[in-house]
């Protein structure tokens, strides 16, 4: 059998398989039958209507949606292009204790640890001002169960009502979030031209800067920042996409006092979740951003010799400080204010951008 026989065999195979799969409904990933401990149903009416379905148009598309990769799956909303995702594997959606509880027990259990372990708020008063915000958005059985599994929903919920770099959530219908799909993962764009990494790293910082500082009630620490956690769409615009790691800290003082990320040099990335929950504020995210995608010294397998590599020789040669800044963000022999060489990174970077 020769070569162009095989492939015409696999491909007929796989073209049937796919048109098989491809009339596969929504509501058959979504296990809204075990609902009311599942995530929501305020689009389960839609997805019963087949108003979101699944999209093959790319290798992407049918890789993930075919195999399951991740419990992602691309899909159409109308005229959006989604991103449905089944948080939880099959273990651990078989775990969850499907029973009916109070609101202290919740606030127990957050404060416990025996919850999802990616999830840290700092106080059981963090953890009631949490639960009181997600009230008006999640019924307790709800907020019951996403906290055994993923907090990415109620996180996402959290940011919804101002412009933060995260995926707009649409809904949820069983235990599947609809959410904006965001474009492809940051590392997809470590060898783009510089200027658009420039833009990017620009952004980074930003964020990095709002989740510890714009919200109204809180400071989110991200503990998983990482390439493959942030997408990139069309415009370059980035959106952290993976928010289920996370350290919750409630604004309770006007204390200037900061706490300062150790490096150490034999370590990729390590952080203290009580150094962090136990000072007022943490540079943790702008030492996050800085060390694992920023700095040319930037561990494996994040983002090789930093976003900022290869600069054109008029860059380096007029902002040879924007480099030094971003290794010292990262590690300097004296203390200094990482919020203050972020504010400083962003200025250079926005004057070499325009």
């Known amino acids: ?48 209507d087949k108003r979101i379905t699944l999209t093959y148009k790319s290798f992407g598309d049918v890789f993930y949606n075919l195999f399951s990769v991740k419990n992602l799956y691309f899909a159409e909303y109308g005229d959006k292009r989604v991103v449905l995702k089944k948080l939880g594997h099959k273990e651990e959606l078989d775990r969850i204790r499907r029973t009916h509880v109070a609101q202290d027990d919740v606030l127990n259990f957050m404060k416990s ?17 949490f639960l009181n915000e997600m009230s008006s958005n999640f019924d307790l059985d709800q907020i019951w169960t996403i ?28 235990f599947l979030i609809i959410e904006q799909y965001c474009g492809l993962p940051l590392n997809h764009f470590q060898t783009s031209p510089w200027h658009v990494r420039a833009y990017l790293a620009l952004q980074l910082l930003e964020a990095a800067i709002h989740f510890t500082h714009k919200h109204h009630d809180f400071r989110l620490y991200l503990t998983d920042i990482s390439p493959d956690n942030i ?32 490096y150490f040099a034999d370590e990729d ?5 009580e150094e962090v929950c136990q000072s007022p504020i943490s540079d943790h995210n702008v030492y996050a951003v800085c060390r694992l995608l920023l700095s040319r010294r930037a561990p494996w397998p994040m983002m090789r010799n930093g ?12 902002h ?15 203390k200094l204010n990482r919020f203050y060489i972020a504010e400083e990174l962003i200025r250079l970077l926005k004057g070499v951008i325009e």
């Not at 640890?113 to 001002?129: H, I, L, N, Q, Y």
């Not at 990335?269 to 979740?273: I, K």
């Not at 976003?307 to 007029?318: D, I, N």
């Open 307 to 318: 976003l900022l590599h290869s600069p054109p020789p008029g860059v380096t040669t007029l």
């Open 269 to 273: 990335f390590v952080y203290s979740e």
């Open 231 to 262: 997408a990139v769409d069309d415009n370059f615009t980035l959106y952290f996409v993976d928010l289920e790691n996370v350290i919750l800290k409630q604004k309770l003082e006007d204390n200037k006092m900061i706490h300062y990320s150790e």
């Open 147 to 174: 906290l055994q599994v993923n907090v990415e929903p109620l996180i996402l919920t959290l940011l919804s009502n101002q412009a933060w770099p995260v995926p707009k959530l649409y809904g949820r219908c069983g």
């Open 320 to 334: 040879s400080e924007l480099f030094s800044l971003v290794e010292e963000c990262v590690d300097s022999k004296v």
């Open 1 to 48: 059998m020769n070569f162009a026989l095989i492939v015409l065999v696999i491909s007929t195979i796989a073209g049937i398989y796919i048109g098989i799969l491809s009339q596969r409904p929504v509501s058959s990933l979504s296990d809204s039958i075990k609902c009311p401990f599942c995530y929501g149903i305020d689009l389960c009416k839609d997805v019963d």
């Open 113 to 129: 640890g025996d919850g999802v372990r990616s999830f840290r708020p700092c106080s059981k008063e963090t953890a009631k001002t």
